[in-house]
């Protein structure tokens, strides 16, 4: 079987099972559906009148200058240019008899509408345009959600370098990038509206060249039915189109401009970037490109000098993209994104013997292809493939070329002076995605989006890792057996949804209520190993393996509703309800289900486990927007969060339970939970030129009965009992104050200030006498039973521009981190000692840091 466009092709026949109807159903949507990319479209609407009576102009004509968009008004005036790609425009609004108006700055964001309302003066001689600038609304009134959006220009003044410390500026999160109680893990990643995650170990896959960042859109809670696989937060990266006029810049930065005897606190950091657009064919083709190359030799430089030429880490990023408009009605795109990592790990117990640690290397690439068509008054289809790679190893050649060198330790058993960690890995991921969705809002107060998706994977994995046994106190018990990880599978799985969703106006600039479902499904096209456990004397068993079952389907339904309506003139209030649900991780479903594997009997391995079913997360929040000033807004919002399902292991019946401390074997299953509940109060001010910023409080409980997928059965390695009751996360932060202010300073220093404040975060005291005994061996064992130190952060960043000539500017600038320097704690041991016995520095956030660099632009 094929589809049009060979987005997808079978090679194997379908038959009636689930997945199989799951998977016709979802390509029979596609090919009906044909779609909008999800996320990286907005709308300009607004109304024409002229200045003098007030009267609608019916027939003015509105152009989204440099693109072949635009519209004209209706019989009241009324205009809407749809699926315009998020970003910032000129609008040009012309009418015969009346004065040209060129509004400028006009900004788009992803998903939201932009209203633009012009007024024309009548006049009875040509005229050159009258510019003014476009004024974005404080409350955007369709918003029933939290959402934060950085556009390119406020990115460029933020002392940032990455899409990660973006979110961890705003309210809610963690500077790891937790948001709002959840793990990492929970939250989504897209660049213009597709995944760009690692679907085996979680996360972001690579960076983004900060040059081709058009805006970031931050979603913490309640996201519409298009976004999936979520439970905690959206962040869609939307980079920048092509232009009609050729534009260029480079830029260089470092933080090591001084020599080392002069200057220790650096990472050797060097950074450039060149990005570029221009036409290709006037006003139908374009192309952009961003490249940045960046090497560091991390904060620990002192170390790793003594061992390894520079650079220890190198980064290889870029993006490029074609797109063609022959005209207002069809658009296609192509677009090449790319990343080459390699690097070293650094720990502290081996810095001793940092060439015992192995390389690591990853390589990502994605393309994309979408042809979009304007159908009809107000539907705009697109359909758009993409296919993602990826290859990450660990370790140097073949596996048959590992060589197995026992560590050796320090005679206190502190640092390991000799030997090779014996860890290998090559794994490899092929995503091919359709996706394929409608827009349409061609009914008075209605916006509607449908659309579905669907993704084949080519996953395989091979990995050898073998670990010494420590105890709960981290020391190393030598006499043990090694822990065996490794494992091998290679899987081809499929998933995909389908959603929709409809934004109604119930009131011309009054209520909205917004209705949306979502299908989310899940085939693992996998076969678990049935254990069984065969009694041979009293206490003691065999395991044998009886066969094997195949997995189930999984498919989850998952609601998501709001409303939001206006409360008095300046005030406005939303409430919204989700389920969100978020397929495991693919490492947790697939390791180590090799029945041969299972049969090894050695210590601790992880098994896999294909059954498991989505995490859950049900969602609550309620909030109000109000007007405090022309220039200023102010915000509260209370969420309340329950997840379930969530992933955590178990142990099983020891293998052979005959040896002593021989506690089986740990799978995979879907029993821990966790709930939030939290608090958030918001001031913004973003109109004023002289001073700009917001201040943000937020007061947040996260508890639950497992914070990782191993803590149970860590617990139970070390003879701890499993939490009897919800404990607080590692990453519960109870107050956190983040403000960001951005002035003008000696009237030429374009200065941006950032102070992240938040309150100890728990860690589990539990002290010892020796390194392997309590200090109080009759105290219970609570975990996160104590509270670490509040971590500070003061960054800035200041830029001056000077131009050179009429069209080549030149902007300095300094980044600093940490300015005031400041020791903040990351992590304790059991004893309450900062970085542990070693007195490890990783114990403390990066000490201050100062970035220094140049950008031209021309």
């Known amino acids: 079987m ?23 159903t979802t390509v029979l949507c596609l090919v009906l559906f044909h779609a909008l990319t999800a996320g990286t479209n907005g709308i300009i609407e607004g109304v024409v009148r002229d200045k003098e009576s007030r009267e609608p102009l019916i027939g003015a004509t509105v152009i989204v200058v440099g693109t072949v968009m635009g519209g004209t008004t209706d019989d009241q005036g009324r205009f809407r240019i749809s699926s315009v790609r998020a970003g910032v425009y000129d609008v040009r609004v012309s009418y015969l008899g009346y004065r040209t108006v060129l509004v400028r700055g006009v900004s788009v964001l992803a998903d939201l509408r932009t209203t633009v309302n012009v007024e024309l003066d009548r006049t009875s001689i040509e005229m050159e345009a009258v510019e003014v600038r476009a004024e974005r609304p404080l409350i955007q009134r369709e918003l029933a959600g939290t959402s934060f959006n950085v556009g390119a220009g406020k990115m460029d003044l ?41 679907v085996l170990g979680g996360g972001i896959t690579a960076s983004i060249p900060r040059s081709a960042i058009s805006g970031i859109t931050m979603q913490t809670g309640g996201f519409d039915a298009e976004y999936g696989n979520a439970q905690s937060g959206v962040v869609n990266i939307v980079t920048r189109m092509g232009g009609n006029e050729p534009r260029w810049s480079i830029r260089y930065e470092r ?4 020599p080392d005897s002069w200057l220790q606190e650096q990472n ?156 290998w890995a090559d794994t490899r991921q092929l995503i091919s995605t359709g996706k ?55 899987y081809q799985p499929r998933s995909g949804s389908m959603y929709i969703q409809d934004k109604v106006q119930v009131a011309l600039e009054g209520s909205i209520l917004s209705v949306g479902f979502r299908w989310d499904w899940l ?130 019946v020891a293998f052979d339970s005959k040896y002593a401390g021989d506690f089986g074997f740990a799978s995979y299953v879907n029993n821990a939970e966790a709930k939030v509940e939290g608090l958030e109060v918001v001031i913004s001010r973003e109109v004023d030129e002289k001073l700009r910023g917001s201040m943000s409080y937020s007061y947040m409980v996260t508890e639950g009965i497992s914070e990782y997928v191993d803590q149970k059965i860590n617990f139970e390695q070390w003879g701890f009992p499993p939490a009897a009751k919800p404990f607080p996360l590692s990453w519960d932060q109870r107050h956190t104050l983040k403000g960001d202010a951005e002035f003008l300073a ?51 960043k200041m830029s001056m521009e000077l131009s050179i000539g009429a069209e080549r500017k030149v902007t300095v600038y300094a980044d600093a981190r940490n300015i005031v320097n400041k020791m903040n704690v990351r992590w304790m041991d059991s004893s309450g000692r900062i970085g542990g016995e070693l007195k490890d520095p990783g114990g403390y956030y990066d000490p201050r840091r100062v970035r220094v660099g140049l950008e031209m632009r021309w």
């Open 158 to 198: 933020l002392p940032v370098s990455t899409v990660q410390e973006v979110l961890s500026l705003q309210p809610g999160t963690t500077l790891e990038g937790n948001v709002r109680g959840g793990k990492t893990t929970e939250v989504v990643y897209l660049v213009d509206g597709l995944p760009f995650m690692d």
């Open 255 to 258: 933080d090591s401009w001084l």
């Open 746 to 796: 000696f009237g030429f220093l374009r200065t941006n200030c950032i102070i992240l404040y938040n309150s100890a975060r728990p860690y589990t005291y539990y002290p010892t006498r020796d390194g392997f005994t309590s200090l109080d061996t009759s105290k219970v064992f609570l975990p996160n039973n104590a509270r670490m130190r509040s971590v500070v952060f003061v960054n800035m």
């Open 523 to 652: 085939d693992p096209r996998a076969e678990r190993p049935i254990v069984e456990f065969i009694p041979t004397v009293p206490g003691e068993y065999q395991q044998v393996v009886s066969g094997k079952t195949r997995a189930r389907f999984k498919h989850q339904f998952s609601p998501r509703l709001s409303y939001s309506a206006p409360f008095g003139p300046s005030t406005f209030v939303f409430v919204n309800f989700g389920q969100y649900f978020q397929f495991p991780l693919f490492d947790y479903l697939y390791s180590g289900q090799r029945p041969e594997q299972i049969a090894l009997g050695a210590k601790n391995v992880q098994a896999g486990n294909p059954d498991l079913q989505a995490e859950r997360t049900v969602s609550w929040e309620f909030g109000m927007k109000y007007g405090l000033s022309t220039n200023a807004v102010g915000s509260v919002t209370y969420f309340r969060k329950r997840m379930l399902n969530q992933v955590d292991a178990k142990t099983l």
């Open 2 to 24: 094929s589809v049009t466009g060979n987005i997808v092709i079978f090679s194997q026949p379908l038959g009636n099972s689930c997945a199989d109807r799951a998977l016709i």
């Open 436 to 490: 394929l969705e409608a827009s349409f809002d061609g009914i008075d107060e209605h916006s509607m989006k449908f659309g579905a998706e669907i993704n084949f994977y080519d996953l395989t994995s091979d990995l050898v890792k073998y670990e010494p046994q420590k105890n709960y106190f981290g020391r190393t018990l030598p006499a043990a057996p090694l822990l065996n990880y490794s494992n091998a599978y290679a």
């Open 268 to 423: 050797k950091l060097i950074e450039a970037e060149v990005a570029g657009t221009g036409p290709l064919v006037q006003d139908k083709l374009s192309f952009f490109t961003a490249n940045v190359v960046q090497s560091q030799d991390t904060r620990w430089w002192q170390d790793f000098r003594r061992q390894f030429d520079s650079p220890i880490v190198s980064d290889v990023n870029g993006l490029t993209k074609l797109e063609y408009m022959p005209s207002a009605l069809h658009r296609v795109s192509l677009q090449a994104l790319y990343s080459l990592r390699d690097w070293r790990d650094y720990e502290f117990s081996w810095r001793f013997n940092l060439a015992g640690l192995p390389e690591r290397s990853r390589r990502a690439l994605r393309g994309t292809i979408s042809y979009g068509v304007n159908a009809a008054e107000g539907l705009w289809l697109t359909l758009t493939a993409s296919g993602f790679y990826q290859h990450s190893k660990i370790g140097e050649g073949a596996k048959e070329d590992i060589i197995f060198d026992p560590y050796e330790y320090d005679f206190f058993l502190r640092y390991i002076v000799k030997g090779r960690r014996m860890w």
